[in-house]
DNA sequence: CTGTTAGCGCATTCAT
DNA sequence: ATGAATGCGCTAACAG
């Protein structure tokens, strides 16, 4: 089923079939009505891997996430999804799994299907790996160079001050002793180093300069189905445990809540993720969080990707990032 | 850059070039070395695009789901991705958002892409959205006919019995009356109500055999943000509310829980959910469930696709549905 | 063992 | 307003 045999059906060449379909050149009213009935009848949809040899355009774009277990990214994926099909643009989704060699094989792929975009959700790999979008021209977001740093540190900012604010709160509270877990990262990889170390670094300077003590908890793997983990557990029976948890990552927190059953939510300790989801809200207590809109700020990347694409001007202000401090009720004062 | 980039710098014609890439037909070893060489250099990657338009396979097969908002998707997701990535496919994701209009469209896309195959998530147009694809000749899982309907009854199988033993369950710690709870179909709406109706079904048998009550509480749409389903408020304010409550799908879990948090779990209701996460056990008290393996299922559903594509027999036992009853605290004797 | 050539499905230029 | 012809990047059939 090609444009040859529409062309046949309608009794016309396949210039004037192309013609009608694009709706580009002439072609009589009453030309173009018949062929559009043609491929209708014959179920005719032109092939997008035929017109990108031609045009030098996919309509594809790449989407890379690190890992998918968590639910952000299926937020991520969402607005990708949804901006791009608005645009008549198909989404490619690779994982990386936290690996870096994954993530350039799934690079690789991408380059091989010629994708006209990638957006990258988060990116284990060094700027090494990012080098072969650029050699092959693949227009990706957040860009690399000035444009991306200014991109990342406007989300660390808008970060930063929901970080401080809820380290505020904490310390307004009474806790003179907060974890900060995190989990290891994998061999290699970048990315969510990069942004808990900015996390980590705007509380702990909070916490100095309120003369409070952070201690990073490092969490080696996550535990085995229905097993706890043994890290933080340890913690909690130190001689002098933390009385307020902050956890890196929205993925970690059903397991830092499992760890924590023992102790009363917030009576003895305060719990606050980063990253909230329904069941942070649903949980009794309410797990306070930090928020962001994954969805919103996924299709805003996806929008600037393609019009940069397209050679569009960006968006005026570009990807607004947001984030916000959500207090709940496993917020409370610190135990004695 | 392109195969006679590739050829020129080697200095070779480009039909050896392509020879040397998919080592077929002869290439001396030396002249092998050099074209590969070149490759590496020139950091060549051969259009997959333009491979399928000779090969007529474009090693891309689309996954279609329904909302991408339900984490049982990324599991979904996770599972295609890998099976295909393993196979040197790549998957392009859309999704219908329930509706049927937009998954139509979503198909439509992948008829353009002429993936060679289609994973379906879920699937919540008619059968005549699903004839495009038998129209094109593309292959899908779960397949229609006889062999679907072995699937379903399957995977619907497997499911009853973990059914019937949590209704067994909760007949014997003395509930009376169960509430299932579903969220309104979308017009037009078709597979979700098909596995609802066949829990139902099997809950309806169990629950009239034993003179139990089975209320059936329909959500017309998920609460908006931080606002409650006055629907289940109010069952739990009629003269007989139920004592144990039994949700349709994972992603209204939360949702609930959060209507029915004036009551204390499992004392005054027990709470089951179809679907598991590690949120749900990591709730306290942890929610009881009927599990699937979702990431497996994917995975197999997706290895049966590709050995339908390429030829091969299909593996023995096709996909082995599982299903369990997984017991929680959440699950307690009736009140008084 | 290697090079030349045709053609996959389509958009586009150039005639007509 | 329409048709014939060209080429996008690649593989496979054929010739040498």
Redo the contacts with the bound molecule.
Sequence with gaps: ???????AHT????????????D?????????ARVLASMQELG????????S????RTMTIGAIVSELVNPVYLEFLRGVESAANESGYVVLVVSSQGSPEKEHEGLQRMVAERVDGVVLGTFVGGSNSLAILAEHNIAHVPPTGPVSEALNSAWVVAEAAATREMGRRLVELGHRRIAYVVLQDMPGRRTPGFYHKARYGVLHELCSEAGVALDLVTLVRLPADGARSDEIVEVTRSDEPPSAWVTCNHSLLPYVLDALSGLRIPEDVSVVGYGDSIWAAAYRPPIAAIGHDTYSEARALTSMLLDSINGRPPAPDGVEYKSWFIERESIGPAPR
Excluded: C, H, L
């Design positions: 089923m090609t444009i040859k045999d529409v062309a009794g016309v060449s396949i210039a004037t079939v192309s013609r009608a379909i694009n580009s050149g002439y072609v009589a009213a009453d030309v173009k005719f949809r032109p092939s997008q891997r035929a017109r040899m031609r045009n030098s």
